[in-house]
């Protein structure tokens, strides 16, 4: 059989600074209490860079899908205002309904990608702490480190329920349902709504979620990277800074 692998694997830079203060303890004697970064970190660290380029992907699909739709709804002002006019409003028939697939299939991706970056964030504190540090971590030690880390960096971890429940909603309960807000007339500016629910009126059955929300989602877990590199360069000074005697 012949046959050769593909490299990807560059673009996401958040292990380095990890990697080069491990081999420069190793280097000057202060690391010898550290493991070895073998293969069971080497998998962790590509698998963690490769989902985290892969949400970014998801989110730059999100955002041209959604301005894909906006593009659309300002070259049919009349039919939006139409859809307007009606208690509840009625629903807007795309004239390109694959706009409206592509949204659900990028909505979707982030939120599968997303929730797997988080776990291989999670993966990968668990492996740290078990090779290089050579201490004891369960997967709920894992997710307490990294809740740990984003408190100690002054930032909220509740976007990690969100993530949760909006990924099991769409992946074993429904499909997501979509509705735009105007919340401008003058330029005319819409907000992406995401309905739990195939609802008409959403003023009595307020099961929605802004577009906002989902950004914030992305926001969290671009920090929960940071901090957790930041706590892994922290428990590398700990460990490999020698006592003074």
């Known amino acids: 059989m012949k046959y050769f692998h593909i490299s990807y694997i560059g673009g996401v830079p958040l292990l380095f600074p990890i990697i080069n203060r491990l081999n420069a303890a190793k280097q000057t004697g202060a690391g010898n209490e550290f493991g070895i970064w073998g293969p069971k970190m080497g998998d962790a660290a590509i698998a963690l860079v490769t989902k985290i380029r892969s949400v970014q992907i998801a989110v730059e699909r999100l955002n041209g899908d959604i301005s894909a739709l906006n593009n659309e709804l300002a070259e049919v002002p009349d039919s939006v205002e139409k859809c307007l006019a009606h208690s509840p409003p009625k629903a807007l028939v795309l004239r390109d309904e694959a706009v409206g697939f592509q949204l659900v299939a990028s909505l979707d991706a982030f939120l599968y990608e997303a929730r797997s970056a988080y776990e291989m964030l999670r993966t990968f504190v668990i492996r ?43 992946f074993h309960e429904t499909a997501p349902w979509f509705a735009m807000e105007m919340t401008s007339r003058e330029p005319r500016r819409y907000e992406l709504l995401i309905l739990n629910d195939n609802v008409a009126d959403l003023e009595k059955s307020p099961n929605y979620a802004k577009l906002e929300e989902y950004r914030l989602i992305w926001l969290g877990l671009q920090t929960c990277a940071t901090d957790m590199q930041r706590w892994a360069l922290k428990r590398l000074d700990q460990i490999g800074t020698p006592e003074l005697p």
Do not use: K
Request: hydrophobic share 40%; with cysteine; charged share 30%.
């Open 128 to 170: 740290f702490a078990r090779h290089i540090l050579m201490e004891r971590c369960s997967e709920r030690d894992g997710a307490r480190i990294l809740e740990q880390a984003m408190l100690e960096g002054g930032h909220s971890s509740g976007w990690v329920e969100d993530l949760r429940l909006n990924r099991a909603t769409f």
